[in-house]
């Protein structure tokens, strides 16, 4: 991925983020974003060169081997350009940006993101990968009109371009100051479901396109919109998605974990990086599917997967790692494929039935006659097939996995990204609290409870959060992605744990949220710290990508903090950045499925649910089995101040009072009688 070490490095040495270490021998005179490279720029007024990507991103290896290694490209480069090399997890307000930016020239987006701007960081072109010879080309021609008097001319597109970055998101989108008028309706909610089910795939689930992502804001919110309509078509949209994903070759079918998206329309050939925050979303969505379907493979996938966190992007303190390359030995997915000769000789007699069961085949499914294993039948559909029982397929499949497992851990492995984000561990974190509610599982609440705790010790400062750590040093300030995910997940850590901490630590953080993010002309948030270094354009999040967008997670955030607390500032603030966009979400609920939950929220208030007495914890675990996505659980064992346990605690016995809008059923003493009494308001 790059160049011998034995030549000299440049500036990106002196960083953490292994992708940027990665360059750091290239022979491109690099800084890292900063003021320093900002300020040459200005001093030579010379344009600047913005290459971004991340450690994990197969066609940055490419770019980088092809152009950034070559020492006349280089050339070309340093005598032109100030060139900056960014790493976009770790800052993902330039790379929001600059992608804004070659959007709005009319190109696709995606990584490597090359974009040139004036002294000034404005941008007035860009792209994504290039061949060697188009990329020298560009650059020279690109030099060449700058230093003539075509240069007024750059600065002008350039000037266009900013300002196009600095109008308001949601005037851009017509969106603005429709709050007023909101209001969640029935009959609006059915439009934004029929809607979004015009983009189903009804052959192999996810949406109708390709490359298929797993999206899971999507599909959690089908499982939420079930919840409230008992749809059958919506659920089995949802199953027919999460059965295809998991029986495709985006799921990795030894050793568990998710790749980033399939290339194909049928989940098969995976891109192969590995992220976390994938990952982490994937365990809360099939946790969360098995609650309400109790389906087995949604069990195996996420028991698998949190063997696969645990195994290999876990780090001693506590943290995860942030990806696994898509390359190994320069080889795009080599680690993960298999010959029917390697499948033979590492299981043996087995290997005809096992090549059956993975659809493995002699001329491959893939290149160089390698396969990617995946499944197109249920085990009990296969063990019927093949006149085996159930129980014997089991043990088979066990086996194969464990087989197949020990042999990959003698290839070489691919890249790890082994630097640690806050809003992807919190990602990662809900991921597992959901799983311990969903299974009981002891070992993914300890799971959680580490990496809260390395967060905590780790990644915060007084009231503040930063955003990555590695080798014991944590470096930049937090974005609101970070704040967003992390509230997100302490108040989820409370409630599966009912330890008062975590609940003061995500109103503490929201403190600083409100103080420093909140744009209270437009009621919502800016993406980074008021104290931020200011960039060309102090941009909002609005709509979900593989990431839930920064706002709607908020907004979740300020109702569920809300009504834990009794802050009814906080649930009225939700549901005005909910009105917002509420007219978009209606017409274009793919890309806002996270907001379209918060409409569920809304339009069926669920209950607060306080368990106090000694049993409390027992039935805190017995009550989260079920799937109650609108409902607040707060409980205690002893005392607690908290608004919904005050004058609730203290007693012998251990009771569950349910409650909405201040109103109060009978205290109840089972887990029984208070799951009759939330259908019974769900209704």
Not at 67 to 93: G, H, L, T, W
Request: proline letters at 5%; charged letters at 20%; aromatic letters at 10%.
């Amino acid at each position: 991925m790059s160049a011998s070490p034995t030549r000299p490095t440049n500036r990106l040495a002196h960083e953490t983020s292994p992708y940027l270490l990665q360059h750091a021998h290239n022979p491109v005179d690099w800084y890292p974003w900063g003021t320093e490279a900002l300020a040459r720029a200005q001093a030579e007024q010379k344009p600047i060169l913005v290459s971004i990507g991340y450690a994990a991103c197969h066609w940055c290896h490419v770019m980088e081997r092809e152009s950034f290694e070559n020492e006349q490209v280089a050339r070309v480069m340093n005598d032109y350009f100030v060139c900056i090399k960014v790493d976009r997890e770790e800052r993902p307000d330039v790379d929001q940006l600059y992608m804004a930016a070659v959007q709005a020239m009319g190109i696709q987006g995606g990584w490597p993101l090359n974009v040139l701007l004036t002294p000034e960081a404005k941008p007035f072109y860009g792209g994504t990968y290039f061949p060697p010879g188009n990329w020298v080309k560009l650059l020279e021609n690109v030099a060449q009109a700058y230093a003539s008097e075509h240069r007024a001319e750059l600065d002008g597109s350039a000037e266009r371009f900013a300002q196009v970055l600095q109008a308001s998101e949601l005037e851009k989108y017509g969106a603005a100051g429709n709050a007023a008028n909101a209001g969640v309706r029935d009959e609006e909610f059915k439009l934004l479901a029929y809607n979004l089910a015009q983009r189903f795939d009804r052959t192999r689930g996810g949406t109708n396109r390709a490359p298929k992502f797993p999206m899971p804001s999507i599909w959690r919110f089908l499982l939420r919109a079930h919840h409230i309509s008992d749809s059958q078509a919506l659920l089995h949209q949802l199953n027919l998605t999460l059965r295809e994903m998991a029986w495709g070759g985006i799921y990795d079918q030894v050793g568990g974990g998710w790749a980033r998206y399939s290339v194909d329309a049928e989940w098969l050939v995976p891109h192969f990086e590995k992220m976390l925050y994938d990952n982490g979303q994937l365990l809360s969505l099939y946790s969360e599917a098995y609650q309400v379907t109790q389906e087995p493979l949604y069990r195996e996938v996420v028991y698998q997967s949190v063997n696969w966190v645990r195994r290999e992007l876990t780090n001693p303190e506590g943290g995860f790692y942030s990806s696994l390359d898509a390359d190994s030995e320069g080889e795009e997915g080599k680690f993960y494929v298999w010959t029917r000769e390697e499948l033979r000789a590492i299981l043996g007699e087995e290997e005809p039935l096992a090549a059956a069961y993975y659809q493995c085949t002699g001329v491959g499914n893939w290149e160089h006659g390698r396969n990617i294993l995946h499944r197109r039948q249920s085990d009990a559909d296969f063990a019927e097939e093949h006149k085996l029982e159930p129980h014997v397929l089991t043990k088979l499949v066990h086996g194969w996995q464990k087989q197949l497992l020990a042999a990959r851990a003698q290839r070489v492995r691919p890249g790890l990204d082994d630097k640690v984000l806050t809003g992807w561990n919190a990602l990662m974190l809900s991921g597992l609290v959901t799983a311990y509610r969903a299974f009981g599982e002891a070992e993914f609440l300890d799971l959680a409870l580490h990496n809260a705790d390395f967060l905590q010790a780790n990644l915060r400062q007084g009231p503040r959060l930063y955003r990555t750590w590695k080798n014991g040093r944590a470096t930049i300030n937090g974005f609101l992605e970070d704040y967003a995910l992390v509230i997100e997940a302490y108040v989820s850590l409370y409630e599966a744990t009912f330890t008062e901490r975590w609940l003061r630590e995500a109103e503490a953080l929201m403190t600083y949220v409100l103080d420093h993010f909140f744009d209270p002309a437009e009621q919502q948030f800016f993406y980074t710290d008021a104290s931020a270094e200011p960039l060309i354009a102090r941009q909002k999040e609005l709509f979900d990508n593989v990431i839930p967008a920064s706002n709607s997670v908020m907004a979740h955030n300020l109702l569920r903090l809300g009504r834990h607390l009794e802050n009814a500032t906080y649930q009225s603030l939700a549901a005005t950045m909910l009105g917002q966009v509420q007219a978009l979400v209606a017409q274009e609920p793919q890309h806002l499925t996270t907001w379209a939950s918060l409409y569920v929220a809304l339009l069926r208030p669920g209950a607060e649910v306080a368990i106090t007495g000694p049993r409390a914890e027992v039935l805190r675990q017995q009550l989260s089995r079920h799937f109650l996505p609108n409902d607040v659980l707060a409980g205690a064992v002893s005392t607690s101040e908290l608004p919904l346990l005050q004058g609730r605690t203290g007693s012998d016995s251990t009771t569950i009072y349910v409650c909405r809008n201040q109103a109060c059923q009978l205290p109840v003493h089972t887990v029984a009688e208070a799951l009759e009494q939330l259908a019974l308001l769900e209704r």
